[in-house]
């Protein structure tokens, strides 16, 4: 969520909703595959053999048989564990302000101990620019020491980095003895657009450790956190375990990523989402609409006038994410694997409706 | 698990397992609901009407309208947010030497800042007599100070605390302004052993906080912290996030819950699992077997011969929990809701005929 | 330290040096006084007579024989007791970017688990401006929650709250529960200010806790932390202790701060110290000196041509605090109670011949 | 301290006290130092001239020119960055159940997130023995994994390790991947003592690191941590400013050293210590003195009638350590540089008194 949004918690939902992309249950393949497995004995905390083979299969999809995969529950679980996992005590992370673990995480890092360096940017994408003053300034004891990047794909804003801007970043990583992490809540949005050059191979190549999220693609729970195969990775289970992120019935986490991988499900799904998403901006666009960021995953940005955004609050759910002026305001509409086009469509039809 | 357990980790399970209470899936019902509910759009982080639902029931069966109740993923989970959040930097949790959070959560506990002070048991259970003396010693400031008696309802050995050994030790814990906070990870199990006296709303009025198991009794994960209204419990919910502990789809703990306790699901699957385990007590006891320890729970300990263990470890998989002698060791059975009886027999037969 | 100044750290200082308040030892009165006691056996863990007749005389002087005050090392172990104590994981801490916690300690706040939310000032301060928006902001429980204000009096760049100011920012605070935390390591530079209004009894009024700073003033080490007797007071010698910031000779301390407060020392030698800077404000600002910012405290910030930056860098040490444009920079100097007069003379006389 | 020992804070010090060995202030040559010093303008947070020079002379003692050497305040500060600086989060520390860190340091191990796995022993000292059995119990990863050992030298009941003794641990840590770690409060003690063949080099050789007590050996505080340099004392300052530990006036632990460390002071006034208590043991043993433990330190512990101890308690002041029957007690007898020959006469002719 983000600053603006007005949590309406207590409210069951009676309208069709754009407000995120986890408000269904699981992809109905998924949970076919919970109720087929749901007798066997298999063993627990991660070993059982639904597991095994989702740690085979991400392996193979980075070209890497010796990666370091492990299945965790949720975004700022993961997020935690491996971010502690790679930094010493004095050690810092640079992130930009609008990052995830910056502002929506209940300061879930710094409960780890760790200090976040955070960057003003204008897209929610961090670029060695950024970067290369924060390494200046902190040039001693008295400071902490930047030491790992964090970044997500796509980013809050819906932007993502290509495959070439994430080598780019990656290459200065590691020229300047940085770690760089990425935050994959949203990660099939981001291999799925059009012209991104990304896939789970080059993501691994360009990056120390980064996460492949189910929740907001298909699954009920579940991120994958994937780990180049070096000194920090050792033991993990050790470290996963001590944040309470070891489930004793693992199999719920293995069976779902097993339904996910086994053909091209996850990245289906994530088109899917983009692909909603994208018709209603081609087609507000064409209206007249403006947006806030050129967003081209499941998160959009329309600027509305107020009038227009009450009167489209009276059929579909949304955030409003930012007031711009008295009659103007910025909404976030979220697709996902579950939106049905006929909803988008109905959206456009009120949206002209309510412009004209 | 526990010391002398040899995991056997990446094995996949071709005969019966009476290793834990966490091999299978959900109970049937559990699923079904989630397949009936799966594409509502509903509210995330635990703010849907399952949620809020199951919240409105535990506070009837704890007798108390404003009941601080949360739903969480895992135990250990549960544990680390629960007793970090009762307590100031300086304070300590007293615990049995065998008590979960001392040895299995992978010093979770500590990794939140604070100490455990462990005591030796015969059976698991903390007493008044183990906890003076310890007070008495940590007198001043160049020590940690007691602040929190934890203990697991059943114990970690099977036994339980009944409704007046629990009252006496709150009692003491009130009267030294020591917090109570109870693991209940098998608490169904507890409560249902004929003459414990046990019932919700006892265990809440003795006790500062307790959890509900769903993990080990028929949800896929999920426990119920539940936690008197005083000022420990206030924003709760930003200690369970920042923990990484709150699920985006929190539906999925709300509708398996509202399934186990719509009527009295819940209990009559820990009774399942107690009938069994001591249908099984009793019939090797009549056949001549000694047990480690007189549990009256799920987990049982019969103390046997290597041979009869080696015979019956080619039918049945389970964990050797403690070796006595060259010739004789303590086996650990669970069973749980899922168990049929059948196996149950199954295994009485096969013991009779190892040892003729 | 600040960005900017470039550590010169294994050279040994030739000429005199304006670089810090700290480059001396301790006053002599306090150093005879060391001496005098040498021998005496006294009590350990700061329970020493010397330590208990300055926590009753900052009692006096704060005008609460209740208050809750600690003899501690320095100022960053202080700081981080202090505001550790006083927050649950789940609450953070504002400050401006300038504040001492937020640049030079090395993350020690975040190392005890807590998120820093900083904001932007001209000068330093702190004021209910800044406060409001991120109070706005941070509504709900995926973002932390703002506790506690850290401030500095003076400021790191020299500026001072007065009284009135002090005041309207408590009663701010107070209005939104908010605790009020004062960084006081120049504490005697801001009291002695003319018009400040100031003295340790407001100061103490209007916060929840503050620091006494004595290793810029005239101790060899050592800080007073004073807090109002609320519950985050109690049991404070066991966060100390665990902090590792309970020096066993406490004596050293107590000694020290008895005869710092024996009389006036403690403001005698912070006012000479504001003399020193002030003179130097005067008289450079007649020979046409502008200064980065107005400070009335020992720390002057003078804007210079980086040529007589140079000439006056071979007869004087002292940090470059900011580039502006190629041939113009802001230094900073420091006088404490130590500065001669003749020194800070002689730097005029420098400046002058430098400038013609 | 330790369990029995009541704390008797409030009260002023009029008789000979034997409580321990932080009851004075500094050797007089160090205090001389401190005063020659004092108004030389020094760098600050411990690259002053005179720190510098004791980390030459520190590794000249140990033989390395690269060992990492750091000067901080206290004990149980220098414990707590050590050990935290050498563990990954899912590490524990093994200490005996007496050590220092286990007992009496208000858990601030604890604080830093790590385990303490403690080891009964009867002496206070580690052996191989008390090890191996830890290490084979913590086999998986659902508990700590252990990494480092602490000992301390001489232990908290004055034994000692010898150069062989210690020899022996580190080969057994080295097989074992543990790293040694070794708190040497009073280790001029535990050098001084005859026969234990240990020296700075032999010691710097036989651990991973470890600290040479100033307080407790003529400091008025101040201890020196020496690590060998490996990964882990890397950027080793910005650990030590992150936990409050890096005094601006470095300088006052830089003097006082470099004087104890000039010649042999820092040997001699340990000698001192250890002649003085060894006195006392020879001589009460002769008058049928039995003792608890057979210490050959200052810290010695004779078995007394509770008649004599109360009448020794009226010319002098000491601790009693343990009740043994109604009639029996030991205590705790401690000396130090500072304890004049004349005193231990004295003490040595009143117990004769009272026990005729």
Redesign the interface.
């Known amino acids: 969520?983000s600053?603006g949004m007005t949590?309406?918690?207590?409210?069951?939902?009676f309208m069709?909703?754009f407000k995120?992309d986890?408000?269904?249950?699981?992809h109905?393949q998924v949970?076919d595959a919970?109720?087929r497995?749901?007798?066997?004995?298999?063993?627990?905390?991660g070993?059982d053999?639904h597991s095994?083979d989702v740690v085979a299969r991400i392996r193979e999809l980075v070209g890497d048989p010796d990666a370091s995969v492990h299945l965790i529950?949720?975004?700022?679980?993961?997020?935690?564990?491996a971010i502690?996992?790679f930094l010493?005590?004095?050690e810092?992370c640079i992130a930009p302000k609008t990052g995830h673990i910056a502002?929506?995480?209940?300061?879930?890092i710094?409960?780890?101990?760790?200090?976040?360096l955070t960057v003003e940017t204008s897209d929610g994408k961090l670029t060695t620019k950024h970067i290369a003053p924060l390494l200046k300034?902190h040039?001693?004891?008295?400071?902490?020491?930047p030491r790992l990047v964090y970044i997500s794909n796509p980013t809050e804003l819906g932007t993502i980095y290509s495959h070439s801007e994430l080598e780019t970043l990656y290459h200065y990583c590691q020229e300047h003895r940085l770690l760089l992490y990425l935050d994959g809540a949203r990660l099939g949005s981001a291999i799925s657009v059009d012209g991104s050059g990304l896939d789970f191979a080059n993501i691994y190549q360009n990056s120390d450790g980064f996460f492949i999220g189910g929740?907001?693609n298909g699954a009920?729970?579940g991120e994958i956190l994937v780990l180049k195969n070096h000194d920090m990775a050792k033991?993990y289970?050790?470290?996963?375990?001590?944040?309470?992120?070891?489930?004793?019935?693992g199999?719920?986490l293995g069976i779902q990523f097993a339904e996910l991988f086994r053909d091209n499900l996850y990245l289906q799904l994530a088109s899917h989402a983009n692909q909603t998403a994208q018709h209603m901006v081609k087609e507000l666009a064409q209206k007249g609409c403006q947006f806030h960021i050129n967003s081209p995953t499941n998160q959009i940005f329309p600027i509305l006038p107020t009038l227009v955004i009450e009167q489209l609050s009276r059929s579909f759910d949304f955030y409003t994410w930012q007031q711009l002026t008295q009659d103007q305001a910025v909404i976030r509409l979220v697709t996902s694997w579950?939106t049905p086009m006929e909803q988008v469509e109905s959206f456009i039809r009120e949206y002209q409706t309510a412009m004209s």
């Open positions: 969520m600053p949590p309406d918690c207590y409210r069951v939902v069709y909703s995120n986890y408000s269904e249950g699981a109905p949970l919970l109720s497995s749901n007798l066997q004995q298999l063993e627990g905390y070993l053999q095994l529950s949720g975004g700022t679980q993961t997020n935690l564990i502690s996992s010493r005590p004095h810092a502002v929506h995480e209940a300061g879930a710094e409960a780890t101990g760790h200090k976040l300034e040039h001693f004891e008295h400071m902490v020491k929740t907001k009920l729970l033991e289970r050790y470290l996963i375990k001590q944040r309470g992120a070891l489930l004793a019935k199999r719920i579950a």
